[in-house]
Structure formats: C-alpha cells, structure tokens
C-alpha cells in the first residue's frame, strides 16, 4: 500500500504560523524602526563627543527662523488639541434587580397561559414549545400586573412599573457613584413600547428635583439597540458641553404590553421579554478619569430601514380580534443578519488589527478577480476585543452571532447566562451582561468590550469601550446573590 501522506494541519502547528504572523503584521513598524535606532546610535557612537560638538557648532540658526518655527510648533498643538474629540468616560452604572415577588418559573408561566387561553389550546402548546427552547431559567421576572388573571395592564399599573424599575436603578447609581441630583446636566430615557404624558424623562426630573436647564431626552420606538442610540446621542452632546456629566437610562415597561391574543407570531414576545432597566452616568470631566470604570471609544449605527421587510421584520400592529401586540417575522434572524454584516463592514476597519484587514482584502480582490466562490475570509474579532456583549434577545440571536463570529463558549458565556437568569431585557441587557463579565473578575485594565445590539426598524448598533482600570468584583448588583451559580448548563429542550 502506498505511504499515506501526513496530516499537514496536524504536523505543522498551522496555529502558531498564523500566530507569527499576526505579530509580523501588527508590530511591523516597530521591527522597522528598530534597526534603524541601533544604526543611528551605533554612527553616534562612531563619531565621538568632539565630532558631535563640532557638528552642532557648524549650525547657524536664525532668531526670525527660530521665533518661525517655534509659533508653527504651537500653532498645529493648538489646533490639534482643540479639535481633538473629548473623551467619554463611563463612570458607573447600575442594574435593576426585580424582587424575589415577581419570579415566574416555568409552571407559573404556563398555568397562567392555560387559565389566560383556555378557548385554543394550540397557542398555549406553542407558547410552551417556545419556552422549552428559549434559553430562559425559572428566575426571570415580570410586573405584578401580568401576574393577575386575567393581566391587568393598565396606565396606572404601567406607570408603577416603570418607576419601581427607573427610581431603583437610579438610586442604586447615585449611591454607587455618591452623585447628586443637581449635578445631571444632561438626561436621556429609551424605552421603546411605554410612551406617556409626560415623558418619563419628566418623571425623573420631577422625582429628583433635577434642574430647570437640564438638557432631557425620550426616546421611544426604537427596539432594543436604543440603549446604544442613547449613548451615542449622549457622546454627541458631550461634545458639545465641556464638563457636563449625562445619566442615560434603557429599559422596557412590559406591563402594557402584555399580549392577551391567539396569533403565535404575537405570542412570542410573552415567552421571552421580562422586566429589568438600567442607569449609567457618562461625564467628560477630566476629574473622573481616575475612577471611570471606561472610556468610549466607538459607536457605529447601521438602519436597515429602506428594506420592507427589514422595517416590518418587528412590527407593532392589531390582530383579528384588534388585541394589539408585536409581530416577530420569520425572516427576522435573516435580516439580522444582514444588519450584522454591514455593521461590522463599518466596525472592522476601525478596530481590526493589520493583519486581519490585509487578509480580509486579500480575500475580496481574490474573490473580485479570481474566483468569486472562494470562501469569504471572517475577520478574527477576538484579536480587537477581549470580551462580548451580545443582546440577550434569545437563544437563536446568541448562537447565530456566536456561528458568524467564530466565538467560543466563554465569548458568549455572559450573553447566555443573563438571558436564562433575567430574560430578553431589551435595551438594558447589555448591563447586565457587563455586570456578570464584572462579577466573575474577569475585566483587567486596558480590556476591550463590544456591545451588539439589534432592533426594530432594522437596527444594530455596536458601542465598543475600553476599560479604564482593573475592576474589583461587585460586592452589590444583579448577580450578588447568584454568580457563584453561574455558568449553569443550559440544555436545548427543557421538558415541562
């Protein structure tokens, strides 16, 4: 029998070429310059202290040339830190923890679901098909109100909600951060589904006594990703207002939209969104660098709006019955999809180390002009972010991103074990994903985050920060009593 040629992937260690080569690639400016260093101080030396001496009495400097030069000098280190961007830092933020009361395990869930649709059985089968594969654990929580039956989702119970969830989250961060009130000077609110009269903006600032010239923001409509249009409007207006701190709050009021119809597309939301918010305080005064927990460094926004089917992949509308709910489309994972791809096109230059960007180019001229089936070239987020963020919108989203990306488990762990402790928060998930990396004492000084985040419309919205100084483990927030637990093994079908 002829000699069975060896195993090239197995016999040369093809990871560690590629590792030498990303160190080729990413330090190869270093490298360069380094002999040229070693020259010059092996030619200084060469030439000894007379020569240099001599060397430098053979200049002849002019005083107009030297006033010339030195007002030049100044001039471009003005314009250059006058229109430098300010730095954003993140100071701190807290999470909305819900009370113990308002756990509803899976048989609690259910129960009600049988009691609630007790004329069509086939949508409570389904809505327990749904929940057996949704990634969600027995601890999630929803607002009183839809603990009644039949629920009782009214303006008064939906007001309550949203101060219990808002007024908690900030007080917890004006304890955490010892900020007062007075010192808000810019305020922004999204939730999406709970729009009152008035805003709640206004309700916090009527809550907390805030002041008359506060710059306040509500933003509704706007899906999930809003908690990162948030930020990226707060950054924006810290631009424009030196030594200003900004309080952004995400969250979503579930109560008033609790859907009580048959249409399954409709009945999807009930199994997975459940309550929680959060408070985060950005500032660009330079006196908080020193205890801001990150610093800002890109927001990238991709709407897929001009699409039909992208802009009503998520859509809010009446059933037959006129019972209105949120209308998930099947081709939604398609077209989030779609939206991760072009925001990682405006993403990956911005923070891909050289040697992916020269293989991602390489790729496309390949597939350009050679053979348009060769296999598009992934970039490796993993050499631009230490850690990730992936909106817990549910199981399918966690693992598509987490296929796509060529994440491992640990990548997504944060992502999975909020969505089965809190449930799909919405806007807010992301803090509590960052809470948990927090939690198990895994942020170090200099780490990088990417937020992703998806909404209707069709949004995702990436946030990318870079943590300021090593993060002791939180002796407080949503995971306090629950992080020794975690991560717990979360299997494909859970049988009810």
């Not at 999630?140 to 629920?151: D, E, F, G, Q, V």
């Not at 200003?244 to 199994?271: D, F, H, K, W």
Request: proline letters at 6%; a positive charge; charged letters at 20%.
């Amino acid at each position: 029998m002829p000699q069975i040629l060896p195993d090239f992937s197995n016999s040369v260690k093809l990871k560690y070429v590629k590792l030498g080569y990303q160190y080729l690639v990413n330090h190869i400016l270093y490298l360069l310059l380094i002999p040229v260093m070693v020259g010059i101080s092996i030619e200084v030396i060469r030439l000894g202290p007379d020569e240099m001496l001599n060397l430098w009495k053979s200049l002849h400097f002019d005083l107009v040339q030297i006033l010339c030069s030195s007002f030049l000098i100044i001039f471009i280190a003005t314009v250059y830190f006058m229109s430098k961007p300010r730095t954003i830092y993140l100071v701190d933020y807290a999470c909305y923890k819900p009370p113990f009361t308002c756990r509803v395990p899976f048989s609690t869930f259910m129960e009600h679901s049988r009691l609630i649709l007790k004329n069509n059985p086939k949508s409570v089968e389904f809505q327990m098909r749904i929940l057996e594969r949704s990634g969600l654990g027995e601890e999630t929580c929803l607002p009183p109100a839809i603990h009644y039956i039949p629920p009782k989702p009214n303006m008064e119970a939906a007001r309550g909600e949203a101060e219990l969830v808002i007024f908690s989250a900030m007080d917890s961060l004006f304890q955490k951060t010892g900020l007062k009130p007075k010192d808000i000077d810019i305020l922004i609110v999204n939730c999406s589904l709970f729009s009152p009269t008035p805003s709640l903006s206004a309700m916090i600032i009527n809550k907390y006594k805030l002041r008359s010239n506060i710059k306040s923001f509500n933003l509704s409509g706007m899906g999930c990703s809003a908690g990162l249009i948030s930020i990226d409007l707060a950054r924006d207006l810290l631009q424009v207002h030196p030594n200003s701190n900004a309080v952004v709050v995400s969250t979503e009021i579930i109560t008033p939209n609790y859907y009580q119809g048959n249409e399954r597309a409709m009945l999807l939301p009930n199994c997975l969104f459940r309550m929680g918010g959060a408070a985060i305080l950005l500032s660009n005064r330079r006196s908080q660098s020193w205890r801001a927990k990150y610093r800002l460094v890109h927001v990238v926004r991709t709407h897929k709006g001009a699409d039909d089917k992208a802009y009503r992949c998520v859509f809010e509308e009446e059933d037959k019955e006129g019972k209105v709910g949120i209308n998930l489309s099947k081709d939604l994972m398609a077209i989030a999809g779609e939206a991760l791809k072009s925001n990682i096109t405006t993403i990956g230059p911005l923070v891909l180390p050289a040697s992916e960007q020269i293989l991602f180019l390489f790729t496309l001229i390949g597939r350009k002009i050679f053979n348009p089936k060769w296999k598009p070239y992934i970039p490796d987020f993993k050499q631009a972010f230490e850690h990730f963020c992936i909106h817990a919108g549910g199981r399918a989203v966690i693992d598509e991103l987490q296929k796509n990306l060529q994440l491992s488990a640990e990548h997504v762990e944060a992502s999975r074990m909020t969505l089965h402790r809190f449930g799909n928060t919405s806007s807010s998930s992301l803090w509590y994903e960052l809470n948990y990396i927090e939690s198990k004492g895994r942020m170090k000084r200099g780490d990088r985050v990417w937020q992703i985040a998806f909404g209707s419309g069709f949004k995702c919205n990436s946030a990318v920060w870079k943590c300021n100084r090593s993060i002791k483990t939180p002796v407080d927030g949503p995971w306090s009593d629950c992080i020794d637990r975690y991560p717990v093994h979360i299997p494909e079908v859970v049988k009810l």
